[in-house]
C-alpha cells in the first residue's frame, strides 16, 4: 500500500486489552529486528565516532505518571487508553519528589497518558512548582474539556506550568483522523481558553507549545516552515496563537508499528528512517539529558524505551528509590533499532526536532 496512506482511528482499544502479541514489548522489538536493513543504529553512530551513546547532563526528570488515557489514538507509542489500569502511586510520585529535593535538575516533564487522570496529578505538579522546578506537562488538550478537569487551565496557569499539547494536524479531518471523531472541535475550545488565560501570547511567561507528528509513513516537514505556516493558519481560521510548533517523528512502535504491518509501510518506513540517519541530531538526542521515570518508579533512558521495557543499563540504579545522578550520568544509553526515528532528517525530541537542517 501507498506510504501516503492515512491511519484511520480505528483502534478503539488498546493492543493490550485487545490481547494482541504485538502489545508485547519483545514482539515489537523482534519485528523490528527481522527487517532487511543493513545496519543497525549502534553502527550508523560507531560510523560517526559517536559510539558508545552517553549522557552529557540530566536536566529534566521525565515522569510518566500512568497509561491511563481518555483517547485511544492510532499512533500512541504508549498504548494508552481508557481500558489501561497502570497509574502511578502516590508513594512513588514522593519518590519522584524526594530525588528533586535531594538533586538540582532544573526541569519536570509530566506524561503520559493522560497525566491529569493521575489522582496525584495535582499534588505533584504543586510539589515540583513549590520546589522551584519549570513543570512541563504533555497535554492532549481534550481532557481539559471533561468535567472533572475543567478547572485545569487555571490550575496550570497559577503555577507557571509549560504546557506541550499534542495537534496532530490544524485541518479537522487528520486530527480527526488520528485521534478520534471530535477531537479536533474539543482541541480548538480547548486552545482558546487557554489563550484567554494568557497562554500562548508570548509575554505571560505561559508557555504554550503545539506538537504535531505526521499523518502517514512519512517524516515531518522542516520544523521552522511548519511552524510558521502553523501559527498563521491557526491565527488566520481558528484566531488562536501560540509559542512554538514541535514535529515528532512517529516511532515505529506499539500503535503505530500496529498499523505500519497492517498498511504494509513497516519496511519502506524503516528504511526512510535509517536512510535519513544524521549525525548531527544525534547530539540533542532526549535521552542525552534526560531520564525517565515509569508509572512503577523504573528508570528508562527515554519514554520509547520504557515503552520496549528496554531499562537503563544494568550498572545504573534501575528505581527512582535508589536514584544516584552521578551513576546515572555515566551510564551507557541503550539503543535499538527504533532510536532511527529520533535522527532522521532533522532529528525528534520531546522537544521537537533536535537540529535545523539535515
Ligand atoms: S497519543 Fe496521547 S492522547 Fe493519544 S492515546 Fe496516546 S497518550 Fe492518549
Ligand atoms: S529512542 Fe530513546 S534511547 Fe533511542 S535515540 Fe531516541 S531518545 Fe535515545
Known amino acids: ?8 482511528n480505528t483502534a478503539r482499544r488498546s493492543l493490550n486489552a ?34 558508545p551513546l552517553q549522557p552529557t547532563s ?25 481500558d489501561r489500569t497502570e497509574v502511578m502511586s502516590r508513594h512513588t510520585a514522593e519518590e519522584c519528589i524526594a530525588v528533586l529535593r535531594r538533586y538540582p535538575i532544573p526541569s519536570v516533564d509530566i506524561t503520559g497518558g493522560a497525566p491529569e ?15 522551584g522546578r519549570h513543570v512541563m506537562n504533555r497535554c492532549n488538550l481534550t481532557i481539559l474539556e471533561t468535567a472533572p478537569h475543567k478547572d485545569l487551565p487555571e490550575f496550570f496557569a497559577r503555577h507557571r506550568v509549560e504546557l506541550i499539547c499534542s495537534l496532530p494536524h490544524y ?21 482558546r481558553r487557554l489563550n484567554e488565560l494568557g497562554y500562548g501570547k508570548g509575554t505571560s511567561g505561559l508557555r504554550l507549545v503545539l506538537v504535531t507528528n505526521p499523518v502517514g509513513a512519512v517524516l515531518p516537514a522542516a520544523q521552522p516552515c511548519l511552524e510558521v505556516e502553523w501559527k498563521r493558519e491557526m ?35 524503516m528504511r526512510r ?53 552521578a551513576e546515572l550520568e555515566a551510564r551507557m544509553i541503550q539503543t535499538n533499532r527504533h532510536c532511527f526515528g529520533c535522527t532522521a532528517g532533522t532529528g525528534s525530541s520531546c522537544v521537537g526536532a533536535t537540529t535545523r537542517s539535515s
Open 1 to 8: 500500500m501507498s506510504s501516503i496512506a492515512q491511519p484511520r
Open 18 to 51: 485487545r490481547r494482541l502479541p504485538l502489545a508485547q514489548a519483545r514482539t515489537q522489538l523482534r519485528r523490528l529486528d527481522k527487517l532487511p536493513l543493513g545496519r543497525d543504529f549502534h553502527d550508523a553512530l560507531a560510523t560517526e565516532g559517536l559510539w
Open 58 to 82: 540530566i536536566d529534566i526528570l521525565q515522569i510518566n505518571v500512568g497509561k491511563l488515557c481518555n483517547q485511544t489514538c492510532r499512533h500512541c507509542h504508549v498504548d494508552a487508553g481508557p
Open 117 to 131: 487522570l493521575n489522582p496525584s496529578f495535582r499534588w505533584l505538579v504543586e510539589q515540583c512548582a513549590s520546589l
Open 171 to 191: 485541518q479537522q479531518a487528520c486530527t480527526d483522523t488520528q485521534r478520534g471523531d471530535g477531537v479536533f472541535e474539543k482541541s480548538i475550545r480547548a486552545l
Open 235 to 269: 491565527k488566520r481560521l481558528y484566531d488562536i496563537s501560540f509559542d512554538a510548533l514541535y514535529t515528532i517523528t512517529n516511532m515505529p512502535i506499539s500503535r503505530y508499528l500496529e498499523w505500519l504491518l497492517e498498511s504494509g509501510n513497516l519496511e519502506g518506513y
Open 273 to 325: 528512517l535509517v536512510e535519513s540517519f544524521n549525525p548531527q541530531a544525534a547530539d540533542g538526542l532526549m535521552c542525552r539529558n534526560t531520564i525517565s521515570v515509569g508509572w512503577d518508579g523504573r528508570l528508562f533512558d527515554c519514554d520509547f524505551n520504557q515503552m520496549l521495557d528496554i531499562p537503563v543499563s544494568g550498572d545504573a540504579p534501575q528505581h527512582i528509590r535508589d536514584f544516584d545522578l
